[in-house]
T-cell receptor
Framework: GENVEQHPSTLSVQEGDSAVIKCTYSDSASNYFPWYKQELGKRPQLIIDIRSNVGEKKDQRIAVTLNKTAKHFSLHITETQPEDSAVYFCAASITSGGSYIPTFGRGTSLIVHP | DVKVTQSSRYLVKRTGEKVFLECVQDMDHENMFWYRQDPGLGLRLIYFSYDVKMKEKGDIPEGYSVSREKKERFSLILESASTNQTSMYLC?????????????FGEGSRLTVL
């Protein structure tokens, strides 16, 4: 099955700095790569995603890049703010039975210091 | 807004008890998932379902079973609870990828097995 490695497990930055979280995956059939943010005590929520036919996608301060050859993808957050503090999960999804089945990384705890 | 509701936020059970975790979604989604979340291990897939009365094993199905008698409801069953099943359980739903793929999560059910 798919295996997703996520690094770092903890990331501490000062407000205004950039943060980068990296993930690698093993199954070349994976074709959909979402990122979820989970604030303390809350449910995970999708913040950005990218499909295998795209190399980069941006949404305001958040961007995701994908290198299919190397099987890695990254989340970039610029101008970090204290409200960005959360656990971030990457996932790599294969299509099975017409649906995306994601395998998640272990998560990165991002701490943004004011 | 999609709503995924898990019946119990907190449960305390004894070893050997049968445990039912219920999940209901209100968006007519075909796909439903059960994940287990443990610190440092991320989200691990237990079972998923594409449609009523069908189920597929995820990465860690041992000790669990599921039931999907109606499209909106997906139940996770622990036939004989053990202490190593103490965890946070997250239910999610999604639609097949007609451009989509996002998982909508419930609030989670925190189970403690004594």
């Amino acid at each position: 099955g798919e295996n997703v490695e996520q690094h770092p497990s903890t990331l501490s930055v000062q407000e205004g700095d950039s943060a980068v979280i990296k993930c690698t995956y093993s199954d070349s059939a994976s074709n959909y790569f979402p990122w979820y943010k989970q604030e303390l005590g809350k449910r995970p929520q999708l913040i950005i995603d990218i499909r295998s036919n795209v190399g980069e996608k941006k949404d305001q301060r958040i961007a995701v890049t994908l290198n299919k050859t190397a099987k890695h993808f990254s989340l970039h957050i610029t101008e970090t703010q204290p409200e960005d503090s959360a656990v971030y999960f990457c996932a790599a999804s294969i299509t099975s039975g017409g649906s995306y089945i994601p395998t998640f990384g272990r998560g990165t705890s991002l701490i943004v210091h004011p | 807004d999609v709503k995924v509701t898990q019946s119990s936020r907190y449960l305390v059970k004894r070893t050997g008890e049968k445990v039912f975790l219920e999940c209901v979604q209100d968006m007519d989604h075909e796909n439903m998932f059960w994940y287990r979340q443990d610190p440092g291990l991320g989200l691990r897939l237990i079972y998923f379902s594409y449609d009523v009365k069908m189920k597929e094993k995820g990465d860690i199905p041992e000790g669990y079973s599921v039931s999907r008698e109606k499209k909106e409801r997906f139940s996770l069953i622990l036939e004989s609870a053990s202490t190593n099943q103490t965890s946070m359980y997250l239910c999610a739903s999604s639609s097949p990828p007609a451009g989509a793929g996002e998982l909508f999560f419930g609030e989670g059910s925190r189970l403690t097995v004594l």
